[in-house]
């Protein structure tokens, strides 16, 4: 469904929900490259360092003369730790739902590695197979960031079911945040420079670029709060008074304190997420954390192998 269908159904819909998708256009893309970077938005830090730490392991079990296909790849940072670490990486496929940002990152890439044949897919991966051409070595997804923490558990299973289709018998390299402190995570979601305010905000200011509608961003209050019996992170985005809002010759009318439920953030338990895998046909086969353990990066092999 195109974004002013989406949002239109969203906002009808009880409780108000618009899927956090539609986030990424160029400049929502940008605000998340800035939360990324954020003190208390610990996940990309940490990640990163984990990568660093452990990517000759990862490259030894990935093998020799891989295709890496990163679903949902924006930028293609961490993957630079991982292709350094990989011996002969054959191909690498960043698939991303948002096509200007991906064209500058192949590029980048492209001239960083020149022996690398970087094909992206412009795709949005949640509503079906990417268009993969056939692999040209052992076929790896990687997954990093934990965006699998963005859908809610019913959808995550079947995304990770899905991937074992496209991937072919390949392993899956995927970043889980992790179960922790309720302060840490709400820090991570409610940073000082309002950085994650602006990014949530900026799925209005995308409705009004693109679809002409009137929403006064002002009226508007950015909340995330941890939901412990979900385990969950919820962005919402909360009316300041009562107002009506107006695209696509459609009138939406909102009460002072209606909200609109913009994003889930899922936190797992490593044996959790490893269920979640096993029961998607995967089998973990290690799994690396920070002594903190504030953030797990897992491989999974299809199960079977
Ligand atoms: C992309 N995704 C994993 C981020 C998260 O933490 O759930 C998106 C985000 N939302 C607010 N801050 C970051």
């Not at 709400?186 to 940073?191: I, K, Q, V």
Request: net charge neutral.
């Amino acid at each position: 469904m195109a974004f002013a269908d989406e949002l239109a159904a969203g906002l009808q819909a009880r409780p108000r929900a618009v899927a956090p998708k539609w986030f990424y256009d160029a400049a929502g893309s940008e605000l998340f490259e800035r939360i990324c970077e954020l003190p208390e938005y610990y996940p990309t830090r940490t990640e990163f360092a984990l990568l660093d730490r452990h990517a000759e392991a990862m490259a030894e079990l990935i093998g020799p003369r891989a295709e890496i296909v990163e679903f949902g790849a924006g930028a293609s940072r961490k993957v630079r730790v991982l292709l350094d670490a990989l011996r002969s990486p054959r191909r690498f496929v960043p698939v991303d739902i948002s096509g200007e940002h991906l064209a500058a990152a192949a590029a980048r890439l492209r001239s960083d590695y020149p022996a690398l044949d970087v094909c992206p897919v412009v795709a949005d991966f949640t509503q079906g197979a990417p268009a993969l051409m056939p692999a040209a070595g052992r076929r790896v997804g990687f997954y990093p960031g934990s965006s699998i923490g963005n859908f809610d558990p019913d959808d995550a299973l079947r995304l990770l079911q899905r991937f074992a289709g496209w991937l072919g018998g390949g392993g899956l390299l995927i970043g889980v945040d992790l179960v922790k402190d309720p302060a840490q995570l709400h820090a991570a979601y409610n940073d000082e420079r309002g950085v994650t305010a602006a990014f949530n905000l900026n799925l209005w200011a995308r409705a009004n670029r693109e679809l002409g509608a009137d929403f006064d961003l002002a009226a508007w209050a950015h909340s995330a709060f941890y939901n412990p019996p979900a385990s969950r992170i919820e962005m919402h985005l909360v009316s300041r008074k009562a107002q009506t809002v107006r695209f696509g010759g459609q009138r939406f009318e909102f009460a002072e304190g209606d909200s609109v439920h913009t994003e889930n953030s899922y936190k797992y338990t490593v044996e959790g997420f490893q269920a979640l895998a096993r029961r998607a046909g995967w089998s973990p086969r290690a799994v690396w954390t920070d002594a903190a353990r504030r953030f797990s990066i897992h491989w999974l092999e299809p199960r079977g192998e």
